[in-house]
């Protein structure tokens, strides 16, 4: 097994687990809906229910009146007669998601006041200020341009809002009101004494099971981790109450919240360790940027190797590599971060003292502006053309149309969009003038990325943009850059893949952006995977379930040398035992068939394996006592009983458990579908 893609693995894993029963909140939320209202303690907390369409609606009432915590789409308030209230006086919000208040306008005439966190009265008040068409880096609540807000479709009218400490009295009751951000930069808990212990109404902080909401709501920065760190302080103000029932914005109550309190803190702990990006980035940036260059006849023009130069100074991080080949001929990789007026003298200084005299095109090697900001201009001043791999065309064409982080339109350049004059193939061969590049699709940090690829001056090079930074050397760091949901950063096919390819091509120096030049990479490829296991056997309650993409199921098959230990449930590949990774949970069987009813029969092609249909493996007669036993490899081509040198591994669960991990996959990949149909 490539220990590069298991690194990988600890993270995925902690957001399966995390993120799981978040993926069913909509289904439970109909569900509620046609159960009309319920209590979760009727005898201790006879005036407290609950009714769910799109959240979890709570309702108090006190004889004819009620007292609303969120609101949901308003469906509740054609329903309250059913429990003897004849009128709302207050609906009192735990944060800003249109889930929670869509309804909002069903209350205009009915006399209803409205409670807010004072953090999030302007998202309520004056929603259109956010997610704009037109971003800029600095545009509030966003992750360099790109929203983390979800405010509502209209404004909604405030009539109170409270500050992190605050109390509110509603006839006779006094509720606490605690700063509980996490889920939502503003988002707050209301916290009631009732009958000698709390009642916690805390939103989205936490779902039954120890579990997240989402997990793009408390992604607020690039890859520091601040919404994780406030969602577990969060938890942890709640979790001192020690409130007798956590009644949450979606899902099941939860009774003695405790120690699901702490369990939830621990995994938040484990997964910022792994999210945080895996290089010193606001502190030794400078020491491990590049070990390898040394400075030109042209000031501030470095020479990578004899064909390969770049930018360096000090706190400097621009985009922009250039390859010059023996004619004069150059091909830059990415131009962004720099004067135009300094890399037009650089330029002129390179003309004369290094033997450029013409730049074909710019290559940007992903959607992110940073990285083509100045390639317009090289294109109207020199006459380069701009080449990208075909899956960038759109998003970098018309940026507008996404909420991706760091649109080319959010660094105020005036460039709104750049169209491309030529577009790659994943895998397309570019042969240019003398050398053998190839430019791949390389995603990671983005799916919207390339990897240009190639021998440059005796060494197997890889462009690989921003997927990996750092100092190779350093056991230390692992090296990857931000998991942003909002780069569309997808674990599945994302890092994951791009680690895999890194291993698959062996490169002798990996050009990074922001001019990092990493040489002999191969122990930075291969680091971590011990410690990164570690971490995934130790989370709580989680577990791989279902299968691991196609391309971690091809390295599983590909090295015998990893330590091997039994497992539970089902594996397609060598018998009785199984690389080392967490303990998987037998699947319930649906559906049993006999060796002889499926022989013969062929499957729909699958996506990946064009057309061709692989023969169906008879079952053995006996599997219903080899409980544990692995099953043979399935392999496109070959005999399926004998699994070739790297042949593909598949981590097979049937039942329910698959298809929940097949759920959790496509909330990975589309995470911010989930909420569409509350929007």
């Not at 319920?38 to 009714?51: A, G, I, L, Y």
């Not at 105020?412 to 053998?436: H, I």
């Not at 079952?619 to 042949?647: E, K, N, S």
Request: charged share 25%; hydrophobic share 40%.
């Amino acid at each position: 097994m490539r220990k590069d893609v298991l690194k990988w693995l600890p993270l995925f894993t902690v957001l399966v687990s995390l993120l799981l029963p978040g993926a069913r909140a909509a289904t439970q939320a109909s569900a509620g809906a046609e159960r009309g209202f319920r209590q979760p303690d009727p005898r201790q907390h006879p005036d407290v229910f609950v009714w769910t369409d799109t959240c979890n609606v709570w309702v108090l009432r006190d004889g004819e009146a009620a007292l609303l915590i969120d609101l949901g789409d308003g469906s509740v308030l054609d329903h309250l007669a059913e429990i003897g209230v004849k009128r709302v006086e207050w609906v009192l919000f735990t944060h800003h998601h249109r889930e929670q208040c869509q309804g909002a306008p069903r209350l205009a005439g009915r006399g209803v006041k409205v409670g807010v966190p004072a953090a999030e009265r302007a998202l309520f008040e004056r929603p259109a200020d956010f997610r704009k068409m037109q971003v800029r880096l600095g545009d509030a609540f966003t992750v360099h341009g790109a929203s983390y807000v979800r405010p509502p479709v209209q404004p909604i009218p405030v009539d109170r809002a409270f500050a992190r400490m605050d109390t509110f009295t509603w006839r006779g009751r006094d509720f606490w009101c605690v700063d509980t951000r996490g889920n939502s930069p503003g988002a707050m808990s209301y916290l009631l004494r009732d009958g000698g212990r709390w009642l916690a109404f805390t939103g989205d902080l936490m779902l039954d099971g120890a579990k997240l909401h989402t997990w793009f709501d408390s992604e607020w920065d690039y890859g520091f981790g601040a919404g994780v760190w406030a969602l577990a302080n969060s938890a942890a103000q709640v979790a001192g109450y020690d409130p007798a029932w956590l009644l949450p914005s979606h899902g099941p109550a939860i009774p003695n919240p405790s120690s699901q309190l702490a369990a939830f803190q621990d995994k938040l702990f484990k997964f910022e360790r792994l999210l945080v990006r895996g290089y010193p980035v606001n502190s030794f940036a400078g020491a491990v940027q590049d070990p390898l260059s040394r400075p030109t006849a042209v000031p501030h023009v470095w020479r990578v190797s004899p064909h390969l130069y770049k930018f360096r100074g000090p706190d400097f991080f621009p985009n922009f590599y250039l390859l010059v080949a023996d004619s004069g001929r150059a091909l830059a990789i990415d131009c962004g971060l720099l004067d135009t007026n300094k890399l037009d003298a650089a330029l002129a200084g390179m003309k004369q003292h290094l033997g450029l005299k013409q730049i074909d095109a710019v290559i940007p090697t992903h959607m992110h502006g940073d990285h083509f900001l100045q390639a317009p201009h090289l294109r109207a001043k020199h006459g380069a053309q701009i080449w990208a791999l075909d899956r960038m065309a759109d998003v970098c064409a018309h940026p507008e149309r996404f909420d991706y982080a760091a649109p080319i339109q959010a660094y105020g350049s005036g460039v709104d969009g750049v169209a491309f004059d030529r577009l790659f193939r994943d895998g397309e061969k570019l042969d240019w003038e003398g050398f053998d590049l190839t430019v791949d699709w390389m995603p990671g940090q983005t799916e919207f990325a390339l990897a240009v690829r190639g021998v440059i001056d005796g060494r197997n090079v890889v462009f690989t943009g921003d997927n990996i930074f750092g100092n190779p050397a350093d056991p230390e760091q692992t090296g990857h850059e931000a998991v942003v949901a909002r780069n569309s950063a997808i674990l599945e096919e994302g890092y994951i893949y791009g680690a895999e390819y890194l291993s698959r091509h062996q490169p002798d120096l990996l050009l990074g952006g922001h001019s990092y030049v990493m040489p002999d990479p191969a122990q930075f490829i291969e680091l971590l995977p011990p410690l990164g296991l570690r971490h995934a056997r130790r989370l709580p309650g989680t577990a791989f379930r279902g299968r691991l993409p196609l391309r971690v199921r091809s390295l599983l098959g590909a090295r015998r040398d990893l330590p091997r230990v039994p497992v539970r449930g089902r594996l397609r590949g060598s018998r009785g035992a199984c690389p080392q990774l967490p303990e998987i949970p037998a699947a319930p069987r649906n559906r049993r068939s006999s060796a002889a009813g499926t022989a013969g029969r062929t499957r729909r092609p699958h996506r990946r394996t064009r057309g061709r249909n692989p023969p169906v493996v008879p079952r053995p007669a006996d599997r219903g006592a080899r409980r544990g036993a692995w099953r043979p490899h399935r392999c496109v081509g070959r005999d399926p009983r004998r699994p070739p040198p790297g042949g593909v591994v598949r981590l097979h669960c049937r039942g329910r458990t698959g298809a929940r991990f097949h759920q959790s996959l496509r909330l990975m990949k589309k995470i911010s579908l989930l909420l569409i149909p509350t929007l």
